[in-house]
């Protein structure tokens, strides 16, 4: 690398002081700020310390950048008639600013502004950004910030730049040649980092937990900005093959990459290396892209556009929101008619993994506000909220109370599924919600507090005798449709040992009564679900009910036809006993018709004792739960 000395010999027409520079600047000017964490705080801090001191020197600049993570000495109410910000995203530091009206917003895909900015229809006059030294050959990176500032800088009519030793040189597209500035100040200085805002780790873990179930070995992934994003990425770290195609690089991806569970080997385009457009993160995460081969920069209108993001078989888009009601539609750039952050490039990436092969998206949040005070799902999005994702853009909304599927859903199901989600503190809010709004059964019932809070803590996942791995999990009362699914596929004589009856209708009232909202304290509905192409499909339910004033339960199992003698209603009856066991009970009882061999055989597998009772042509196996390993009697 050149030295500061060996620069100012090369090229010394493009070294002069601040003042020579920033004097060059004229009265309506619009003047590019690097991005994020590559914004080049010592020249941003330069320029408003030569405007205090000639505060006649230029009026009416207009700031352009996206994420400003610096103070932004420039928003200075002195300053008024200096400058004025004009952001494409907003952060912390001008959300005040934009929603006060002293400061200007662009909602615009990030990936558009390069075309804004090459066909002039924003013109650039002056841009400041920030370089790794240059090498022997003339090249400086512009290392942690490409995005749109590489277009800037091709745009723009005059190019300061600060070098500075600590940023770090990645491969891409990131090299400028120092021909292609017009001016550089060396100064070293720390570069900035983003602490991603705390999440409290068991809210993240669940949510990690729910997403990994939904991403699969050899995916490539993209992950969004904040906190629970960057938090739920360290449950991937068991997953195999997985590719990065994604906007922003993080400090929870890097880790990702450091576990071993990224190596970028099946993807379609760009395969071995992780590819981003810009990076934020702590000082760890900036040495660990520096000349390092496997990571690659490329501009934002590449890593953004939705043919490339298609282009990836198996593309996983996971971002985050700030509310979504329960039709679908969610907002992640306001809080009804306060903006909050911007459209950014959430939308292509969520768009363009459903158009890959076998691609999906998912939307993450966590089911509260912050303060616990409020419900990120809700009856309707706030009055003035921007839509980021429309009813049909969605496939999977996570919070740490489960997974939503959406994609192919109605509204009433979609509703269902997004209430079962929900903090159970607003559950009982969003069915009285939903019903005034017609969304569900004006009759949907509902058990609230401990009656109907879901036992997630029994949700398992088996491997049959076949290599058949399935979910074992109580039922949801979102489940109505999988059930009458799962009910109408049986054949009468499935339903006849199950029922001891042909009853082929089952009306939406019993249904709900019987299998579906029920009461998790004295009652469960276990289903074996298998999950095909994102969907799950019921292929077996196993069910007990407590028998009045006694210990003891009535347990039934059944199977779908097409999948019987396959373990399943093994693994059903098992996880079942084992679930009755840890309640206290001390007994279940099983009836069955004499003919029904196949249950003898499940009983006789599992090594229960048992008591056998004849009773009107029924057959009540009682099993005792004090010895679960036992001769049978």
């Not at 705080?41 to 408003?48: D, F, I, P, S, W």
């Not at 069955?592 to 042509?617: C, M």
Request: proline share 4%; glycine share 6%; aromatic share 8%.
């Amino acid at each position: 690398m050149l030295t500061a000395d060996e620069l100012k010999k090369r090229y010394p027409q493009k070294v002069a002081s601040s003042d020579d520079i920033f004097g060059k600047i004229k009265a309506g000017d619009r003047i590019f700020i690097s991005t994020g964490c590559g914004e080049p705080q010592y020249l941003v801090n330069t320029l408003v310390r030569y405007v205090e001191s000639n505060p006649k020197a230029f009026f009416d600049t207009e700031i352009l950048h996206v994420w400003s993570l610096g103070v932004a000495p420039y928003s200075d109410a002195k300053l008024k008639s200096n400058f004025r910000q004009n952001s494409f995203f907003i952060s912390r530091h001008t959300r005040q600013a934009v929603n006060s009206g002293d400061a200007d917003y662009t909602p615009i895909l990030l990936s558009d502004v390069p075309s804004l900015f090459r066909l002039r229809q924003v013109t650039v006059d002056v841009a400041l950004i920030q370089v790794s030294p240059p090498d022997e050959h003339g090249y400086c990176s512009l290392g942690i910030s490409l995005d749109i500032t590489r277009a800037a800088v091709e745009s723009a009519d005059t190019v300061i730049a600060q070098i500075n030793a600590n940023m770090p040189r990645v491969h891409g597209n990131t090299f400028l040649h120092v021909e292609q500035i017009d001016h550089l100040i060396w100064h070293d200085e720390p570069l900035l980092e983003y602490p991603p805002p705390l999440v409290e780790e068991k809210i993240a873990e669940k949510i990690g937990h729910y997403v990994a179930r939904i991403v699969e070995d050899g995916d490539t992934i993209q992950i969004g900005y904040g906190g629970v994003l960057n938090a739920t990425v360290a449950a991937l770290s068991e997953k195999k093959n997985l590719g990065v195609h994604t906007e922003l690089l993080s400090d929870g991806l890097v880790e990702l990459l450091k576990s071993g569970a990224v190596d970028n080997s099946r993807k379609e385009r760009n395969r071995g290396k992780t590819v981003a457009s810009f990076c934020m993160g702590s000082r760890e995460t900036y040495d660990y892209i520096n000349d390092n081969p496997a990571i690659l920069f490329r501009e934002i209108d590449y890593t953004n556009n939705p043919l490339v993001i298609a282009a990836h078989d198996h593309m996983t888009a996971i971002n985050s929101a700030l509310e979504i009601d329960l039709s679908g539609q969610a907002s992640a750039e306001s809080i009804g008619s306060t903006f909050y952050s911007g459209v950014g490039g959430q939308a292509n990436f969520m768009r363009g993994a459903v158009l890959a092969p076998k691609g999906k998206n998912i939307l993450v949040l966590q089911s509260t506000s912050r303060d616990g005070k409020s419900s990120r799902i809700v009856p309707a999005l706030a009055e003035g909220a921007g839509v980021t994702m429309t009813r049909g853009d969605l496939h999977y909304v996570v919070t740490e109370y489960g997974i939503a599927h959406l994609h192919g859903r109605n509204i009433r199901e979609r509703a269902m599924s997004l209430i079962t989600i929900a903090h159970p503190q607003f559950q009982p809010w969003l069915i009285e919600e939903a019903k005034k709004r017609k969304l569900i059964y004006e009759d949907q019932a509902y058990l609230p507090g401990e009656k109907g809070e879901y036992p997630a803590y029994l949700e398992t996942y088996r491997t049959t005798k076949h290599n058949q791995r399935i979910l074992l999990r109580p039922v949801k009362i979102s489940d109505e449709p999988l059930i009458k699914e799962f009910h109408y596929s049986l054949s009468d004589e499935s339903i006849y040992r199950r029922f001891m009856s042909v009853r082929r209708y089952l009306p939406h009232e019993e249904l709900q009564k019987h299998y579906v909202v029920i009461d998790y304290t004295r009652e469960m509905v276990i289903l074996a679900i298998i999950e095909q192409e994102g969907r799950e499909k019921v292929v077996g339910m196993a069910q007990y009910c407590l028998m009045e004033d006694t210990m003891s339960a009535e347990v039934s199992v059944v199977v779908r036809d097409d999948y019987q003698k396959m373990g399943i209603g093994f693994e059903m009856l098992s996880h079942m006993i084992t679930s009755a066991k840890s309640e206290g009970l001390h007994n279940v009882v099983v009836d069955i018709l004499p003919d029904n061999t196949a249950v003898f055989h499940l009983i006789e597998k599992l090594g229960l004792q048992y008591e056998r009772k004849w009773e009107s042509g029924i057959i009540h196996l009682i099993i005792s739960m004090k010895d679960l390993a036992g001769k049978n009697s």
